[in-house]
């Protein structure tokens, strides 16, 4: 069974920064694409931004240039870096471990979830 336990959410300014961090069980993580979605209050949860097995990176246009997706096979972790943070990138964040076939930008691709931690920005 996989499991997928993320850390690092708070409060933040705006311009400020955070680090969010997934920690994945199974034997496997190296195999798969691992992604980050938000959803804002009475928002549709979307994508953020995905790494495959070899660190191929993708992001979501809102956060290119400020937000970078790593991932430690060792440690069987992946990390999402957040940069000069704005308001609007309030929501709670999971991360989320893509099925073996599907686009990396679709929420409906990816089959197992953490339970998400929260994201606040203030203006």
């Known amino acids: 069974q996989v499991q997928l336990v993320e850390s690092g959410g708070g409060l933040v300014q705006a311009g400020g920064s955070l680090r969010l961090s997934c920690a994945a069980s199974g034997r496997t993580f190296s195999n798969y694409v691992m992604g980050w979605f938000r959803q804002a209050p009475g928002k549709e949860r979307e994508f953020v931004a995905a790494?495959?097995?070899?660190?191929?990176?993708y992001y979501a246009d809102a956060v290119k240039g400020r937000f970078t997706i790593s991932r430690d096979n060792a440690k069987n972790t992946v990390s999402l870096q957040m940069n000069s943070l704005k308001p609007e990138d309030t929501a709670v964040y999971y991360c989320a471990r893509k099925g073996v076939s599907g686009s990396a930008y679709y929420l409906t691709s990816y089959h197992y979830w953490g339970q998400g931690t929260q994201v606040t920005v203030s203006s």
């Open positions: 790494i495959n097995w070899s660190s191929s990176t």
